[in-house]
């Protein structure tokens, strides 16, 4: 096996298969390193946990998370793109070409597309492994309007910006919003605070920890318990929706690109570039804001082309 490459793509996502599809069409010949259970999620990244996909262009009737990922794993492969299920163990940015080792093999690229996404945090609560995309979710941009969800009451769990964006988002659909808090004030900037406070549909319960997801084929109840009595009630909703943050992958970087306070990779302004130059960054990697596939899949275009402009 030829062990060095133009390009070298670690992360399978909507980002990492966009690169490989634009780096393959540019005979670039990428190698993509797919990963096997990285960061507790299958190969094709966090939409493989997703049922139903409606926000993708192309798809009017909507189309399973593993289908798209399927497709466009097919799609990297017919560019030319030669795609390894294996987890990248650490790198090394400090000689040229860069070095990628995996089990104990060493691979080396001219350049590195790193589109390993971000995993969203979960509680660990009783039933959330039963009733996740059967109810429970991270992303209520994703699936807050999912047929199960509408006309129906929701909970989000949080209390910071993103939570009570997530909330005010779900009100178009929910008949009501819980907005579960576990102190007894929000994190939240003031007019996103202002915001959720205003709104009739969204009741606040403060000092408040979630301690169970029920159902049956489909999450119908919600127990919280309060951490200043510790009574527990249980709550009717169809849907919960995390809403406490996303850890970046970027431990097996071992700190050698520079990453914002939270582990993100920052990048050029306009661009993929990162602080090692021939090292891109795309997809949820280095994107706290959107976090969608089609803006993980943008990014992935931008860096198979500024990954190209590099290499000429």
Excluded at 8 to 16: D, E, N, R, T, V
Excluded at 230 to 247: K, M, P, S
Excluded at 293 to 306: E, K, N, Q, Y
């Amino acid at each position: 096996m030829n062990s060095h490459r133009k390009v070298i793509i670690i992360g399978s996502g909507p980002a990492g298969h966009t690169a490989a599809i634009y780096a393959g069409r540019a005979n670039l010949a990428p190698l993509m390193f797919e990963g096997e259970m990285a960061g507790g999620i299958a190969a094709g990244g966090q939409l493989t946990t997703t049922t139903e996909v409606e926000n993708f262009p192309g798809f009017p009737t909507g189309i399973s998370g593993p289908e798209l990922m399927m497709a466009m794993r097919a799609q990297s492969e017919h560019c030319q793109t030669e795609i390894l299920t294996k987890t990248v163990d650490s790198v090394d940015l400090s000689v040229r070409p860069f070095k990628v080792t995996v089990e104990n093999t060493t691979y080396t690229a001219d350049t590195l597309i790193i589109a390993t996404g971000a995993t969203a945090k979960r509680m660990g609560i009783a039933g959330e492994s039963e009733y996740w995309q059967k109810g429970i979710s991270a992303c209520a941009v994703c699936d807050g309007a999912l047929p199960i969800f509408r006309n129906k009451a929701l909970a989000v769990i949080g209390g910071g910006d993103s939570a009570c964006e997530e909330a005010s988002f779900l009100t178009k659909f929910a008949s009501k919003v819980y907005l579960v808090v576990r102190r007894h004030e929000l994190r939240a900037s003031k007019t996103m605070q202002d915001r959720v406070l205003a709104n009739p549909k969204i009741e606040i319960l403060w000092n408040t920890d979630p301690i169970a997801a029920k159902g049956e084929n489909l999450l119908t109840h919600l127990s919280v318990q309060s951490n200043k009595t510790n009574e527990q009630r249980d709550l009717e909703v169809a849907g919960l929706f995390y809403a406490i943050g996303h850890i970046p992958n970027t431990a097996f970087l071992n700190g050698q690109l520079k990453t914002d306070e939270t582990g993100y990779i920052l990048t050029e302004p306009g661009t993929t570039n990162t602080s090692v130059p021939g090292v891109f960054a795309a997809g949820d990697v280095q994107d706290k804001k959107y976090r969608q596939a089609i803006t993980s899949a943008g990014t992935g275009c931008m860096a198979a082309l500024d990954a190209e402009h590099f290499l000429t």
